[in-house]
Nanobody, 125 residues
């Protein structure tokens, strides 16, 4: 079983930055593909970015390319999402997710088995 705990959300003005973290409680963290998803009220959950177990491959949704950076520290069992140039439309609950192995560049939520409780990001215009 893998437990994921997100942190780092908050409120920020448009154009600002936030850094999300996700700590995993597992001894097999380096075997996991990790991802960030988000869900705004009344909208479906969407994939933001994913990263392979060895950090060799990263994938971004078109809506965040060039503004968000996903990374991981396998020695700390921690996933990060650096969010720059934030826009009001980035406001959502952000979730980290994990799955054993590698799912390729897919940002489909059905491929991920473990989920955190989420952290809220609010961007004011």
């Amino acid at each position: 079983q893998v437990q994921l705990v997100e942190s780092g959300g908050g409120s920020v003005q448009a154009g600002g930055s936030l850094r999300l973290s996700c700590r995993a409680s597992t001894v097999r963290y380096s075997d996991l593909a990790m991802a960030w998803f988000r869900q705004a009220p009344g909208k479906i959950r969407e994939g933001v970015a994913n990263i392979s177990p060895d950090s060799g491959t990263v994938t971004y949704a078109d809506s965040v390319k060039g503004r968000f950076t996903i990374s991981r520290d396998n020695s700390q069992n921690t996933l990060y999402l650096q969010m720059d140039s934030l826009k009001p439309e980035d406001s959502a609950m952000y979730y980290c997710a994990a799955v054993n192995g590698w799912v390729g560049r897919s940002l489909s939520d059905v491929l991920f088995d473990y989920w955190g409780q989420g952290t809220q990001v609010t961007v004011a215009s």
